[in-house]
């Protein structure tokens, strides 16, 4: 009895956990549209997935927001006018070039060239010291010890 008792009450509490199901867009179209429109949205809350990958609440949200509004009639230029309008350009994937974006989209680049940049100048000065060196009488004698003891090992 009292393991019939304790099933039943761990299969009730599972029940207590099960979440509702969200209602899909009937119109296979519709629901293309929709999931388009998420996967170019970035969540504002994971900041590295987009609103059709995250879990998070706001996420959720926006994904009802984006049903909403398809349903309406909305296009999906508007629908994405409405969440920058609201969130802002970082809730774009791909933010448009303007003045408050810029250093999204010239930054990398700028980063790489000047990392390149310094880059050539180390392995040129690196060059410079190792030619203009010349030899001291001590590395001299050194190399001179060296390749003798080679000669004598092998051949």
């Known amino acids: 009895m009292n393991k019939l008792l304790m099933v039943l009450f761990c299969l009730l509490s599972s029940a207590v956990l099960a979440q509702t199901a969200q209602p ?3 119109d296979p179209v519709a629901n293309k549209r929709a999931v388009a429109l998420s996967e170019e949205l970035r ?5 590295n997935q987009s609103i059709a990958e995250s879990n998070a609440d706001l996420a959720v949200d926006l994904r009802r927001q984006i049903r ?11 629908i994405i006018d409405f969440m920058v309008e609201r969130y802002g350009d970082f809730v ?3 933010p448009p070039l303007k003045a408050t974006t810029v250093v999204l989209w010239l930054g990398p680049p700028l980063l790489f060239l000047l990392g390149l940049a ?8 690196r060059r410079r010291q190792l030619v203009e060196r010349p030899l001291s009488d001590d590395d001299r004698r050194r190399a001179a010890a060296l390749l003798a003891d080679g000669k004598g090992q092998g051949k």
């Open 24 to 26: 899909t867009i009937a």
């Open 43 to 47: 969540c504002l809350v994971c900041q």
């Open 68 to 78: 909403e509004q398809i349903a309406q009639g909305r296009s999906d230029t508007q």
């Open 92 to 94: 774009l994937y791909r």
């Open 118 to 125: 310094l880059l050539l100048r180390y392995l040129r000065e």
